[in-house]
């Protein structure tokens, strides 16, 4: 006899028995009797489905690598996930699934889309059949309150013509010549005398305020004067980091839920509309301004930064482009340029703190690179305590660029990116797309996976990047913290040299220093760029002249690390 079916007898038995004892009504006993029996039945079969569905969710787990929940999916734990570190979790059921699985959203929903971190699909999706897998129409709409057709967001003509223009560009001699410029101000007369009156800070919002001022003077032309004495409040820089927050939360949200949240001005979507107009008012601005001078410059002082140049565009009707759309690609920009460099190098400061000999290697490296230098015409002190980085010597700092490469394996400025299939497709690993579904491609996911990266993949050992000293790149299906394919990144070069000459200012003169005491630990925060949450807040060390000689001692003796791998 089934023991479940005697225990549910006995207690219905029970039940009628008490019922009938009990009862003072008039109802004949045996209707009333039959009622509660009803009554109890339904009760322990609703249990007995209850008990059925979470099983039967649960043992999903084990093929899916989530729960699946009837009506809800897997929502419940993406929910969860939300709450805590959607990336980790995201790589434990991607390590789970072998690199490739299917998230299934309420039915109701749109949030269905297949994930991957598997080097061979992204490759297929990124390169190989890339016309057929653009952003698509549910990645442009969900971005266009924020990004409108800017780059980032555009496919076909759209993002081509743009591509085309910031390409020409950013391969310019005259755009290398500008980076450097502005880069030698921003870090000796702004950056340098910031660090040097303050012992606790942010650094994340230090360097934030850097690359805004810099992607602003590269690409409009503009000094927004963001990082200066005192960091003064910027309405701009608070608004947009809204903006992006509650931005990502529609990726996890059904489209109509969102939706439904912005026609009533609610929650996130009220924080998004709010923050999107401190966003334009930036923008507005800075059009406004470049519109005022361009009418006053002559032919001879013309400039050349990318605004410029869409501002002497025509679009296909032969019409100059429209504020509008010279405000998409201020945005942008200013997302390509400000957010990715500044939240690498404060994953790479947090990083280096927990690895001491990778930060001595790299003051090594710099001394050595030092030493090789024609003294001639420089004092002692300009030389060796305060040395302003040539781009000769920048290049030369391949462990450096080591520890930036590993740093971006590890935490990617862009955790997760999506697409959209336009036609029925298989990946490579077996996987097979339904035209019209979403694909999302887990770069943070991809740090983790040892079939891509070997056992050590979660250690931090830049030498993986080393060949005989030299850095060597990796492939960008392996390595995609830059995008690949037609769409990798424009300022992947632009963004290497700012991140080595800013980390080697930093760190020849300072031993940064986790503040212990300033409260939460360092996690990442769900936005479209990986921020910390709660910034970096570091003390800021300064390096003596005998510890820096130190370094130079060791690079006369044949220090043990002789820059190999
Ligand atoms: C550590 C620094 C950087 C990282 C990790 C990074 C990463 C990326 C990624 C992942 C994409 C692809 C985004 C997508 O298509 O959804 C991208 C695109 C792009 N990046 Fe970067 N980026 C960095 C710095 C920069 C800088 C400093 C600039 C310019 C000042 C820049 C300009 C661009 C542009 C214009 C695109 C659009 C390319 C296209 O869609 O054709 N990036 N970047």
Redesign the pocket.
């Known amino acids: 006899m089934n023991p479940n079916s005697s225990s549910s007898y006995n207690l219905t038995a029970t039940a009628v028995f008490f019922s009938s004892s009990y009862s003072g009504s008039d109802e004949p006993l045996f209707s009333r009797r039959l009622l509660f029996l009803r009554d109890v039945q339904i009760l322990e079969l609703l249990i007995a489905i209850s008990v059925f569905v979470t099983i039967h969710s649960l043992r999903q787990k084990k093929h899916q690598g989530i729960p699946v929940w009837p009506f809800l999916g897997m929502l419940p734990s993406l929910a969860f996930a939300v709450r805590s570190n959607i990336y980790e979790w995201l790589s434990e059921v991607l390590i789970h699934q072998d690199g490739t699985f299917r998230f299934r959203g309420p039915w109701f929903s749109s949030l269905n889309s297949v994930i991957t971190c598997d080097p061979r699909n992204i490759e297929h999706l990124l390169k190989t059949r890339f016309s057929i897998y653009p952003?698509g129409s549910y990645f442009r709409e969900t971005l266009r309150d924020l990004l409108g057709d800017g780059?980032?967001n555009a496919d076909q003509e759209k993002?081509q013509r743009q591509?085309k223009t910031?390409s020409v560009e950013f391969h310019s001699a005259k755009f290398r010549q500008l980076t450097s410029q502005s880069l030698h101000e921003l870090v000796h007369d702004r950056l340098l005398p910031v660090l040097e009156t303050s012992e606790t800070i942010d650094l994340q919002d230090i360097l934030l305020r850097l690359t805004f001022d810099n992607?602003c003077m590269?690409?409009f032309g503009v000094d927004p004067g963001c990082l200066g004495p005192n960091l003064p409040e910027i309405p701009f820089a608070k608004a947009f980091e809204d903006a992006t927050e509650a931005t990502a939360l529609r990726f996890v949200m059904p489209t109509f839920a969102w939706k439904l949240m912005r026609s009533l001005n609610l929650g996130a979507e009220k924080k998004l509309k709010e923050s999107i107009k401190g966003v334009d008012d930036f923008a507005d601005e800075v059009i406004r301004t470049r519109k005022k001078e361009l009418s006053l410059e002559t032919e001879i002082e013309k400039r050349s930064d990318l605004l410029t140049i869409f501002m002497g565009l025509r679009d296909d009707n032969g019409d100059k482009f429209s504020d509008k759309f010279l405000r998409d690609i201020c945005v942008?920009?200013i997302l390509?340029?400000r957010d990715?460099?500044s939240v690498?190098l404060s994953w790479f400061f947090w990083l280096i703190e927990k690895n001491p000999e990778v930060e001595e290697r790299i003051m090594v490296e710099i001394c050595k690179i030092l030493e090789q230098r024609d003294h001639q015409g420089y004092t002692e002190e300009e030389m060796d305590y305060e040395p302003v980085f040539r781009p000769e010597e920048v290049k030369k700092m391949d462990y450096l660029q080591a520890a930036l490469s590993e740093t971006?394996r590890l935490y990617?400025?862009?955790p997760v990116?999506h697409k959209e299939v336009l036609e029925d497709d298989v990946f490579p690993d077996g996987t097979k797309l339904q035209k019209g579904e979403k694909v999302m491609y887990a770069?943070y996911a991809m740090g983790r996976m040892e079939t891509i990266w070997g056992k050590d993949c979660l250690e931090f050992r830049p030498e993986r990047w080393l060949r005989g000293g030299r850095y060597m790149s990796e492939s960008a299906y392996k390595f995609t913290?830059?995008?690949g394919g037609?769409?990798?990144?424009?300022?992947?070069d632009?963004?290497y040299y700012?991140?080595k000459y800013v980390a080697a200012a930093i760190i020849y003169r300072y031993r940064v220093r986790i503040d212990v005491k300033s409260g939460p630990k360092v996690e990442p925060k769900m936005a479209l760029t990986m921020y910390m949450k709660h910034g970096l807040k570091v003390n800021m060390i300064k390096r003596s002249v005998p510890e820096i000689d130190n370094y130079y001692d060791q690079c006369h003796k044949g220090y043990k690390y002789n820059n190999g791998d």
């Open positions: 952003k780059i980032f993002w591509r910031a992607v590269i690409a942008n920009f390509a340029g990715t460099s690498a971006l990617p400025s862009v990116d770069i913290a830059f995008n037609p769409r990798l990144c424009l300022g992947k632009f963004a700012q991140m």
